[in-house]
Structures are given as C-alpha cells and as structure tokens.
C-alpha cells in the first residue's frame, strides 16, 4: 500500500487554484512516509488510546432489538474524547501537520465536532488552531462554539450563502490558499481534493477495523449490512472500509432527506442522484442546478447539511457496492427520542438518520456506526419538537 | 483570426507599456450595466477585458469578488446570459471568459468551448483547473483556436512552471501573491523576482494579477518586466459603489492606462 487513491473511478481529483497544488502534493508525500514509519503509528495509536479514548466498544442495542426484531449492534464512537468519531482524522491529520513543519491549523466544522476534535488535538499538542463555521451553524451548535473557544481556538463566523457547512469549507479553502506556507487544512469529512478522501478514510479505518474484529469474537460472524449515516461521508467510509472486501456484507449510507427529496431542501446528492459536479476540490455527486452552480443542502442536523459527498462514496454507489438512502427531519428527530428512550444512548442528530432508517428495516447482524452523541443537539431538538 | 491570434495581437498592439487587462463580472450589478462597464472599459485604455461568470462558490476570489458574484446570481445571472455580455464587450475589444470549472464541466468542454467562439471570445481561464486537470479542456480549446490560459503562483516550484508555461495559451496568468483576489496595499515583495521566473519558462506574455489595485502599483509591476497587468477587485469595487458604474469604472480604467504610459 504505496499508492494515494486521486481518483476512486471517475471521482476525485484536484479542481484547486494552482496555489495549493504543491501543498497537495507534499501532504501526499508526508502521508506516505508517516503510514510507513512506524514511529508515526505508535504516537498516533497511543493518542488514540490514551487521550481519545480507543478502542471503543460494540454494544447491543437489546431494547431496539425487542421492539424492532432486529439484531442492531452498535459501534459506540460517541463514546470518545469529544463526542465523536471527528478525533480520529483530527488526531492523525495534526501529527501529520507536524511532521511537515506546520504549526497553523485551519479547519472548518458543521455541527461543531470536527472543529471540537481539532481544538482538542491542537490544545494537546501545542498548535495553533483556526475555525471556520457557518453563523448558522454558530447559533444551532452553540455549546461546541463555547468549547472550541475555551480550548484556546480561534472560532470565524462565516456570513456567505446559507452559512452552513459548505460556505465554512470554501472559506477554509481561501484561509489556505493565503496561508499554504505555514498553515495545514484539516479537512473533516472524506471530501476535498486529492489526497485528503484517502487520508480521512485510511484515519477513520480504524472504526471498522475495530468493529470487524469485535464482531468476528462476539457473534462469531461479520455483520450483514453496516449501515451509518454520511454527510460528507468520514464516519461511513471508515465504518465500511474493512469490510470492502467482504462481499457479503451489504453496506448503506444514510443521508439527510431534509423536508423530503421532491422538495429539493435536503442533503442527499447520493440518493438524489444528480449529475457529477466539483465541490471543494473534487469531483463526485452534489447538487446543483442545471448550469452547473452549487446548491444549497438543507438538513436539521449540521453534520449533514452539505451539498456533496466523498468521491470515494460516489464510486461505491455507481459501482453497487453500497447503498444510499435518506431519512428526513421528522423521522430523524423522532428516532433522536426513541433512542435516548430505549437505550439510554442520546445519539447525535446525524446519526439519528441512520437509527431510523435501521429501526424501520431492521435485519439479522447490522452493525450501526454511532458516530457521534447528541449533548450538542439539546437545545435545537428541543426547539424544534415542543 | 483565431482567439490565440487576437490575444497576441491585444499585447502586440499595446498602447502602453504593458497590456492593460481589466476584470469585469458578467451581470453584475445587471446585464446591461455590466455591458456599458466593459465597454468603458475599452473606451478608456483596455487591451483585453477578463469577464468573469458569476459562480456560487468562488475558491480563488476574495470577498469583494466573492460578494458581486453573490449579488449577480441573487439578481438572476446565468452562464448564458453572461455569454452575451462576453459577446457584447469582445466585439470592442479582445476578451477572455474568466470561469469556474464546473460551469463548463456542466456544458460540457466542447460545447463550451463553441459557445465561446460564437460569443467572439478568444481565451477561457479556470482558476480551478490546474495543468493535471486541464487535457480534456485544452484539447477542446486547442481545437478552436481558443487560448487555455493556465495559472502560475508563487508557490509553484520551477519545474512544475516549466510544464505549466509550455502549455500556456495566449498568455501565463501569473499570480502575485499566495492568497484569494483582493486589493492590496504596497507592493507584492519579490515581484521582480516573480516576473522574471515565468518570463524565462514560458513562449507567451506574462500578465500579472490578483492585488493590483492602485495605478502606482501597475506602473511598478510593468517596470518589473510584466507584459500585462489585471486589474480584478478594484474595479469591481468601483461597479459595487458609484451611482454611475460604468462611467465610474471608465475612470479608474483610464488612470491605469495612464500609469502605463
Ligand atoms: C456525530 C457526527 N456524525 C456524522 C457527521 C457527518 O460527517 P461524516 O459524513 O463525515 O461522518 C458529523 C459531522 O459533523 C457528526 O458530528
């Protein structure tokens, strides 16, 4: 394993202004030799452990399991340092960042966990740390903005379009572009261009390297179907990766059906299937409108208000090898309750998504990437249900 | 004459020392406005006019550019419509299309490229479409005679400019500073520096750009070697503010061209 995927089939690439086209490469370079030293992989395992909190458990939800006759088992990232499975690329990207000479970290956050996780790992190591996030998302995620600043990062409004997570991303990107020397971009979701869908995916691997091994000992079996939710499609592909290979295994994406895929306010360009587009450096399926500009996602929940998705996810769809479907708000939000009810477990909205759509088509052995808890969504649930 | 043809021409027949290049956005504030710009535009001293399609996420640009680009769309700007104010302004003076790549991607590079012909415009810059990108593109502006004029920055090591200015069309668009478009104060350090690198890895002229905003600014980048200078934000500025934008615009224009004298 030498090789930096550039392209998953047609999908990928590097649709960036030329600024950024030697730091690409040099990331790629120093992904390269950190996968291959071993130093690297200790430090980054011990972090892991130690600090954020791996590995983390399987679980079986035994009280969906009753109501629903399914055998739903849950891979409980939630129970990591931060809330989520965010700390997993945000860990092993600064490492990286380091190694490369790079004391500035820039990222960009939805609903607040990648830009918490990043905090996190730049207070734990020193580095200075520089977050874009949409003031929509500002308002609706209000805890993780007051935690990032307590962390010691700078938190940058982001006023542009919809200000969501898109518009967060492409200000990133110009903070980048500015900064290329002596910043690095990490990226938080498997998007962007070449080589960040692979570096995100090889980082949050472990969630189903982890979740394959767990399973083999506690059921004797590997899953049939993993099934998580995708915004822009970390938390899925690592939670899939290991199990590429194991044709059996049927996996399915979830994404944001926002109020209802006919009425164009969502955030599901894999299920919508809309024409292949650029966004944020590669290509792969978004939405957007005839002539080729991007739309606007819509979706309760911050994580998965995005307009695009990973390249690799688009090749997975159009290849078969997994599926995606979309659960919308309403039945977001009231699987965001029944869980918390039945389980004891406060998902985070987004993975609320996959829980529904899992709770209404239980199987035999699924195995549910939990990928984050819903302290954060307290107040707009809350809002949004009374 | 082909679009390659007219842009060697625009910098051959240069009234001064440098081409003076400015940037316009299609529709912004609207479509007739934006036409009588450009129009001042070549009125008031332009070589060659860039007129920028107006795109929801616009990676490079800053946010004055950023900001037009919003307004335009939000007031109903479309690729077709802005194709006719590229048709409008390169029937006065010679012009390129200034656009990102998912718009043409979209259209498709082939039908985009012969819609650029019908619109009499001579050359296409993608600020997000970097040599390992642009095949499929150049083949399909080759084809026409239209210029692929790629970018070069600062940041871009030696060999990699060797590749990129020996595939340049029309001419090597050279970025002055790492970063977004936007006006900047002072003078880009090491211009001469910068000038002089794309000079000597590229057969076509070197037109410098992002941050020029003041006249005295565009003389020093001329007296630094550049065959062309592009004005970007600036004048948008100018169409964003004055009550008479193209009037407005026509003015600032001809301070430029005075400085290049
Ligand atoms: C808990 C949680 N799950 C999922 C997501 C969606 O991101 P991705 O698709 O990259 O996993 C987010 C993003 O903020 C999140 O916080």
């Known amino acids: ?386 | 004459m082909t679009g390659c043809e007219r842009i060697a021409g625009a910098f051959e027949g240069r009234a001064g020392r440098a081409a003076l290049m400015p940037y316009m956005m299609a529709c912004f504030p609207d479509e007739q406005t934006s036409i009588a710009i450009g129009l001042a535009c070549a009125a008031n001293g332009a070589d060659l006019v860039e007129v920028g399609i107006p795109y929801s996420d616009p990676l490079a640009d800053g946010p004055v550019i950023h900001e037009a680009a919003t307004q335009a769309l939000r007031n109903g700007a479309t690729v077709t419509a802005s194709l006719r104010v590229a048709k409008a302004v390169s029937e006065a003076v010679p012009t390129v299309v200034m656009c990102y790549a998912n718009l043409v991607l979209s259209m498709g590079w082939e039908p985009f490229a012969a819609e650029l012909v019908e619109a009499g415009v001579s050359g296409l810059i993608c600020p997000d479409l970097p040599l390992e990108e642009a095949p499929e593109a150049l083949a399909a502006l080759d084809a026409h005679g239209l210029a692929l004029v790629p970018l070069v920055a600062p940041t871009t090591p030696d060999s990699r400019l060797a590749d990129i200015g020996s595939r340049a069309r029309g001419f090597l668009y050279t970025v002055s500073v790492a970063g977004t478009t936007g006006e900047r104060s002072g003078s880009a350090v090491g211009i001469d520096a910068v000038v002089e690198r794309a000079r000597a890895n590229t057969p076509v002229p070197v037109a410098v750009g992002f941050g020029i905003s003041t006249p005295e600014q565009a003389s020093s980048t001329a007296d630094a070697g550049a065959e062309g200078v592009i004005i970007g934000s600036r004048l948008i500025r100018e169409a964003a503010t004055a009550a008479d934008p193209a009037a407005a615009v026509g003015l600032v224009v001809k301070d430029f061209a005075d400085s290049l004298r």
């Open chain 1, 1 to 386: 394993m030498t090789e930096v995927e550039h392209r998953f089939g047609p999908y990928g690439g590097r649709y960036v202004p030329e600024t950024l086209m030697p730091a690409l490469v040099e990331l790629e370079d120093a992904w390269i030799a950190a996968r291959n030293d071993p130093a690297y992989g200790a430090e980054l395992g011990i972090l892991l452990r130690d600090f954020a909190g791996r590995p983390t458990p399987l679980y079986r939800a035994e009280r969906i399991n009753e109501l629903t006759g399914g055998d739903l088992w849950l891979k409980r990232e939630d129970l990591l340092h931060t809330g989520a499975h965010k700390i997993n690329n945000a860990l092993g990207q600064a490492l990286l960042a380091i190694r490369m000479g790079k004391r500035r970290i820039i990222a960009e956050t939805g609903a607040g966990q990648h830009g918490v996780a990043t905090a996190v790992a730049c207070a734990r190591l020193g580095l200075e740390c520089v977050v874009y996030m949409g003031a929509e998302d500002i308002r609706r995620q209000l805890p993780n903005v007051e935690r990032m600043r307590l962390l010691g990062a700078t938190v940058a409004p982001v006023e542009s379009g919809a200000k969501t997570l898109k518009e967060a991303v492409s200000e990133a990107i110009r903070d980048w572009v500015a900064t290329v020397e002596t910043s690095h971009y990490i990226i938080g979701s498997a998007v962007g261009p070449a080589p960040f869908p692979a570096i995100v995916r090889d980082l949050q691997r472990v969630i189903s390297d982890e979740a394959r091994a767990q399973m083999l000992d506690r059921t004797g079996d590997l899953p049939k179907r993993v099934i998580a939710c995708v915004g822009g499609g970390s938390n899925a592909i690592g939670g899939f990766a290991a199990f590429l290979d194991d044709a059996e295994v049927e996996l399915i994406g979830v994404e944001a059906a926002g109020e209802g895929l006919d009425s164009g306010r969502h955030g599901a360009p894999l299920t919508a299937g809309g024409r292949p587009g650029i966004l944020h450096g590669s290509l792969s399926a978004i939405m957007q409108d005839d002539e080729g500009q991007i739309a606007e996602a819509h979706s309760v929940s911050a994580g998965l208000d995005y307009p695009g998705s990973g390249p690799q996810h688009a090749w997975l769809r159009e290849t078969g090898r997994a599926t995606y479907v979309a659960v919308n708000d309403t039945d977001a939000l009231a699987a965001f309750r029944r869980v918390s009810e039945l389980e004891g477990i406060i998902p985070a909205l987004e993975t609320a998504h996959a829980f529904s759509w899992v709770m209404a088509n239980p199987g035999e052995r699924d195995l549910l990437i939990l990928s984050g808890r819903g302290d954060k969504d307290l107040a707009e649930v809350i809002a949004r249900t009374s």
